[in-house]
Structure formats: structure tokens, C-alpha cells
């Protein structure tokens, strides 16, 4: 046979091995420092981003996350008394998160890691402020979305009497707990929200179902967030049922710590546990290059 032939016959094989290679990459999940390093990425580009456009985005994002108390409120006046109806009407808990989350707008609980992993590659003092002013920022627009979301919910004639009475149940319940429990249940809130984004970035079509799963759980669980909160506790501020002093510490401040702890101090330590050695070896990899 010439030479010419057999490269002719050894095509075809070279192409199906090379069509198989790409769909084994395809089909491969993604390495613990790869997701790490899609989030660190995101998290950059969200710390250079003006601060009018986090104002907006937070903005609409504490706004929109008034659909998740909504949600809950309609499932529970509207399903049966029934010992499972509360496992399904924290479904509609989900429903603020899914808009929020896959519209890309600026929740605070979210940069409880995306963009604490530049800081701490980074370890440099600039990147630490950046960091802090875009927690402040968005935690503001955040809250503000939420009262505004909160007043519309007590106008009159929004919803209907049975509505108002859930939406009260719901809000008393999320905010009566008291600071230590608040804080307490707020850390496994924090551990959630991290865990949605560190799954997201190695998800390529199940971002619904994993907001819609890991947020029912917070619901389920019965574990306090931060944002989602604040709408109940604006709609009690609103219509008088709570002082502002009560709010900031029995609810505010000790969930604020708490989602904090969960989604900082203790799944992005151990996130960035497991990677920091792989993370120090390329970065001494690419200095030797």
C-alpha cells in the first residue's frame, strides 16, 4: 500500500478518536479547582463592575426576591390543611430565588463566596476593600428592594384578606425566632446559597432544579435568609407589628452573622481547602514557564 493510502485509511480512525476525546469532555465533570476557578473568575468581574450597576442590580434583586414570600403565602392559603402541605408550599420559596438567581442579579448571600475567592488568591489588601464595599453596596440596594417590595405587599386590595393573613403568619413566624436562633438557623441558610453557586458553575442545564432544590431545603429546614427575610420583616415594620430596634436585633443582625458564618467562614474555607494546593502549584507552574 503507498503511503499516501494508508494516511488516507488512518483518517477516519484519527477523526472518531478525536470526536470521542470531545465527547468524554463533555460528558467529564468538572475538577473541584476548574469550578473553583469559574467562580474566582466571576467574582473578579463582579468586584471591577461600577458601583451604579451593583445598586441597580441589588436593587432589583431585593425586590424580586419578595416573589419567594409571595409564593410561600399563596401555596399555604390555598392548598389543603393536610400534614404534607408543608413540604409543598415550600416550593413557592423557590420562586423569588429562581428569578433572581438566573436573571444574574445581585444577591448579597451569593458574594458570601464568589467574591471572597479573589481575596483570598489575591491576599491583597485593595481586593479585600473592593470586596467589602460591593458587600455593602449590594446589601443596601438589597434591603431597600425589600422594603420597597414589602410596602406594595400591605397596599390594600393587592391581595385578598386570606393572602394577608398567610403573608402575616409567614412574617411573624420568619422573625419571631429570636437572635439566637436567628443566627443559629441563618448558618445553614449561608451553607446553601454557597453550595447553589459552587454547583451552578459546574452545571451546564440543571441551574433550575438545583435553585429549586436547595432553596425549598432552606424553607423546609426552616433556616433564615437574610434578603428573603427582610421582605417579612419590612411587611411587620410597614404595618406597625414590629419596632425598628426588635427587627435589627433579634433578626437582622444575628441572620446577617449567620449567613455570613455558613457561606463565608465554613463552605469557602473548606472549598478553598481542597484547592489551595492545586491553586499554589499552578500559580509556581506558570512562574517557571
Excluded at 31 to 48: F, H, P
Aim: glycine fraction near 8%.
Amino acid at each position: 500500500m503507498a503511503p499516501s493510502d494508508k494516511n488516507q485509511t488512518d483518517r477516519p480512525t484519527d477523526t472518531r478518536t478525536q470526536e470521542e476525546e470531545a465527547h468524554v469532555k463533555d460528558a467529564s465533570r468538572l475538577s473541584a479547582r476548574l469550578i473553583y476557578e469559574v467562580i474566582r473568575r466571576d467574582g473578579e468581574e463582579e468586584l471591577e463592575r461600577p458601583t451604579a450597576s451593583l445598586i441597580w442590580s441589588g436593587l432589583a434583586a431585593g425586590i424580586l426576591i419578595s416573589l419567594s414570600v409571595i409564593g410561600e403565602a399563596t401555596l399555604r392559603t390555598y392548598l389543603p390543611e393536610t400534614r404534607s402541605a408543608f413540604l409543598v408550599e415550600n416550593l413557592g420559596y423557590s420562586l423569588g430565588f429562581l428569578v433572581v438567581i438566573l436573571g444574574r442579579m445581585q444577591l448579597f448571600t451569593e458574594n458570601t463566596i464568589t467574591t471572597v475567592l479573589p481575596v483570598m488568591k489575591r491576599k491583597s489588601l485593595s481586593c479585600f476593600l473592593s470586596m467589602l464595599r460591593l458587600w455593602a453596596v449590594v446589601l443596601v440596594a438589597n434591603i431597600v428592594g425589600a422594603f420597597i417590595a414589602a410596602y406594595f405587599m400591605t397596599v390594600s386590595g393587592v391581595f385578598s384578606a386570606e393572602m394577608q393573613n398567610s403573608l402575616m403568619n409567614l412574617s411573624q413566624h420568619a422573625v419571631g425566632m429570636g437572635a439566637a436562633q436567628s443566627l443559629l438557623r441563618g448558618i445553614p441558610a449561608g451553607v446553601l446559597v454557597a453550595s447553589i453557586v459552587w454547583m451552578m458553575a459546574s452545571s451546564h442545564s440543571d441551574g433550575f432544579f438545583i435553585i429549586l432544590a436547595f432553596t425549598w431545603m432552606i424553607a423546609a429546614g426552616d433556616f433564615t435568609h437574610i434578603i428573603a427575610g427582610s421582605v417579612e420583616m419590612a411587611y411587620l415594620i410597614w404595618l406597625g407589628e414590629l419596632g425598628a430596634a426588635p427587627a435589627l436585633i433579634d433578626f437582622f443582625l444575628p441572620v446577617l452573622v449567620g449567613n455570613v458564618v455558613g457561606g463565608t467562614v465554613i463552605f469557602t474555607m473548606l472549598a478553598w481547602g481542597q484547592v489551595k494546593n492545586e491553586v499554589a502549584h499552578g500559580a509556581e507552574a506558570n512562574k517557571d514557564r
